[in-house]
């Protein structure tokens, strides 16, 4: 059990005090604990236990905003059950708030009334980031992008080794010897990010990812810089260090002076910089920012590049990143980059903005003392993808695509999990 | 012709005179005046304390999504805490409507307002279903065991104090009883207290909520080819 002072108790309360504006007092008072949220969180499903209904996660930091900042939590603590702030209320928090929610924003929709109850989680994670009782496997994944550049603590000169080493595997499978991968140009359309885990355990989505470009003669480079498009410190919610790390891909793209930044198949570092980043940064991006789904989609619209769907027979299934579908409103893109790259596609039930999370998101697959529940939870997921009969499942996110590998591996589902720029480096057609 | 006038303002030049009123008529417009004030405090929080400003290019319809907020994504097909739930949301919708219909009904009792027989049945009717279901709602907080672990004091005194307001008021419609304004007066005091308050949060919680999915063209969702 963590212990706790009063200067941490003071500086949570602090923080949520500036936290109030008209959606958090909106949200906050409008829960009315009809209970019926337990069916739409993955939690509860797998739990059966009232403590993982998304209201009393609600409850829990509502109970603390009643019991310092209104007239009847202040005055009838116990009417509205008005919580302190002490040690008992700080571990619950922590257990509910970072080993019970993924923040992927299902409930939100299927709240009775609209509670935006990822959004007062996140909440509760910011006091106690402020606190300083951030789970320290996922501040230590802060921490390694805060100092080494990037999550994964890859060395440049080991990053720049692996793209060497990818591009001419490039040239050999395009058969082409001024086949590359650029580093560091600047002046050109596309800066492409890359979720770290690429270079470091799946290298193959870079390739696909640059045989595409190569295939759609796109001017682009990546950066040896900042090129992690990742940002665990807005899940754990510690604004300080993910604007620091947000600043860090703003500066490189300007140092580059690149027309795009696009974004790698990675939901929450999306959604992290593309809706997030503005804010914390206060700051109107003048750049154009896209996802790499929107951009494969709009290679193959504008036909840019050329695909066979016959090159891809086996039965393909969608797993929807929530930070994608939920949070991004791209929803359409990947399905239509799927009609043009497979020739048996199945959805999962349910999917897009209704899909289940694969339990790995919100920093859950960081976060190593939750790993029991996080399998556990996944069992939704595993079910989901059985009952497609799919042989490969695409995820547009290097995240999930970490969590569905485990879930391959621990329910034996005997799938193939790939990107989206692998299904479609596979269906390429190069003249 | 239907003569209406506001109960206690009986003298000839219409000045309010509470040392002339029934004391529960003072009672219930003094309740009525702190609810009021109360709701106009919560609602100018909301205003004063302002939305977030939003920095992120904005890729959908603003204007779509919140007109969606408050009706499509309202739709019982479209919530699972609808679908999955639909004897608890079926009882929960006709409480609800119960509720404005008694809260206007109130207006209309204190204007001295007359009803026909034949609509005194009616009313009487689907009060006494949303009295039901008031009923049902609250035995469904007292019993199942999540429901009751998530449940606080303010919980069940909320399901208490609106569904005996919807029972006083089918019994005024037919006998004329000072207990009707007492528990009004109790419910008009108590609701800008505790969870009755979601009647002023309710609709700014789902205008920030379709802010959130307007401006990421989440909402209105897409038909998925």
């Given at each position: 059990m ?6 941490q108790?003071e500086?949570?309360?602090?923080i ?6 008209g959606?958090?007092i909106?949200?906050a008072?409008?829960?009315?604990h009809?209970?019926?949220c337990?069916?739409?969180c993955m939690?509860y499903?797998a739990?059966?236990k009232?403590k993982?209904?998304?209201a009393?996660?609600?409850d ?7 019991k310092?900042?209104t007239?009847t939590?202040?005055?009838f603590?116990?009417l509205?059950n ?5 040690e ?6 922590i257990d509910l708030?970072?080993?019970?929610c ?10 009775s009334?609209?509670?935006?109850i990822a ?15 951030t789970?320290?496997s996922?501040?230590?994944t802060?921490?390694a992008t ?6 994964m ?6 990053f720049v080794d ?6 001419e595997?490039?040239?050999d499978?395009v058969n ?6 650029p580093?560091?140009?600047k002046g ?6 890359l979720?770290?885990?690429?270079p ?10 640059a ?9 682009w ?6 090129y992690?498009i990742t940002?665990?410190a ?6 300080k ?10 500066k490189e793209?300007?140092n ?10 990675c939901?929450?570092?999306?959604r992290?910089?593309?809706w ?10 003048d750049?154009n ?9 709009k290679?193959i619209k504008l036909?840019?590049?050329k ?5 891809i027979k086996?039965?393909v ?10 949070n991004?409103?791209?929803?359409d893109?990947?399905r239509y980059?799927?009609?043009?790259t ?19 998101g919100g920093?859950q697959?960081a976060?190593s003392e ?8 996944g069992e939704?997921?595993a ?10 499942v695409v ?8 969590q ?5 591996s621990?329910?034996k589902?005997?799938v193939q999990?790939k990107?989206?720029?692998?299904i ?6 190069i003249? | 012709?239907?003569?209406v006038e506001?109960?206690?303002f ?9 040392t002339a009123?029934a ?6 417009y ?13 609602f ?5 304390f302002?939305?977030?400003?939003d920095f992120?290019k904005?890729?959908g319809d603003?204007?779509a999504?919140i007109i969606?907020s408050?009706?499509?994504a309202m ?6 805490s ?7 949301y ?5 409480y609800?409507?119960?509720?404005f ?6 207006i209309?009792i204190?204007?001295n307002?007359p009803?026909p027989?034949i609509i005194?049945?009616g009313?009487s009717?689907?009060?006494?279903l ?5 009923m049902g ?6 019993f199942k065991k999540e ?8 919980d069940?005194i909320?399901?208490?104090l609106v569904t ?16 009707y ?9 108590y609701l800008p207290?505790?969870?009755?308050k ?5 609709f700014a919680?789902?205008y ?5 999915f307007?401006l990421r ?6 038909k998925i080819?």
């Open positions: 963590e212990k706790i002072t009063e200067s108790i500086k949570g309360l602090q949520l005090k500036s936290l109030q504006n959606k958090f909106s949200h008072n409008s829960c009315v009809c209970g019926l337990g069916e739409s939690y499903l739990e059966k009232s993982f209904l998304p009393q996660k609600v829990l930091i509502t109970s603390i905003y009643k310092y900042f007239f939590g202040k005055t603590p116990k509205v008005a919580r302190e702030l002490d008992k209320t700080v571990n619950e928090m708030f970072f080993g019970a993924t923040m992927c924003g299902r409930c939100n929709l299927h709240c009334i609209g509670v935006d959004f007062l989680v996140r909440t509760g994670r910011i006091m106690l980031t402020e606190m300083g009782l789970p320290a996922l501040q230590s802060v921490n805060i100092s080494s550049g990037n999550n603590s890859i060395t440049t000169q080991e692996t793209l060497k080493w990818l591009e595997d490039l040239r499978e082409d010897p001024n086949a590359s991968i580093l560091n140009e050109k359309d596309v800066m492409y990010t979720n770290p885990r690429e470091k355990f799946f290298p193959l989505s870079i390739s696909a990812m045989k595409v470009f190569y295939a759609a003669k796109e001017s480079t990546i950066s040896t810089e900042m992690d940002n665990y807005f899940f754990s919610g510690n604004l260090e993910a604007r620091i790390i947000a600043n860090r891909m703003v793209v300007k580059l002076n690149v027309v795009n930044l696009v974004l790698a198949e939901g929450h570092g999306d992290a910089f593309r997030e980043a503005p804010n914390y940064l206060k700051t109107k991006f750049f920012v896209i996802t790499s789904v929107e951009l494969l989609a290679y036909g840019s590049v695909v066979n769907k016959e090159k086996e039965i299934t969608l797993h929807d990143p929530c930070n994608l579908v939920r991004f409103g791209i929803v893109e990947q980059v799927l009609s043009k497979v020739s048996n596609f199945v959805e999962m039930t349910p999917h897009g903005i209704d899909n289940f999370c694969c339990g790995g920093g697959l976060m939750y790993n029991e529940r996080r399998l556990k939870i939704i997921k079910n989901q993808i059985k009952k497609t009969g799919a042989q490969i995820t547009p996110c290097h995240n999930c695509v970490d569905l590998v485990q879930l391959n621990h329910y589902l005997n999990i990107t989206l720029a692998e479609v480096a596979d269906a390429l057609i003249d | 012709m239907v003569h506001l109960q206690g009986l003298n000839p030049t219409g000045a309010f005179n509470c009123m004391w529960y008529l003072v009672l219930t003094f309740s009525l005046l702190l609810c009021l004030l109360s709701c106009i405090y919560h100018s929080r909301i205003i004063r302002g939305k977030p400003e992120s904005p890729s603003l204007k999504a969606y408050y009706t499509g739709s019982p097909t479209k919530k699972e609808a679908y999955l739930h639909l004897p608890t079926t009882a929960g919708i006709i609800h409507i119960g509720t219909l008694s809260i206007f009904l109130f209309l204190l204007f307002i009803f027989e005194k049945w009313l009717i689907f009060l006494f949303s009295f039901l279901s008031g709602i609250l035995l469904k907080r007292f429901l009751k672990e998530l449940s606080n004091p303010d069940y909320s399901n208490i005996l307001f919807q029972l006083m008021t089918i019994i005024f419609l037919y006998n004329n009883t000072v207990f304004y007492i528990t009004t007066s109790i419910l008009l005091l207290l505790g969870k009755l979601h009647t002023i949060y309710f919680a789902r920030h909520l379709a802010l959130f307007g063209n989440v909402w209105p969702p897409k080819k």
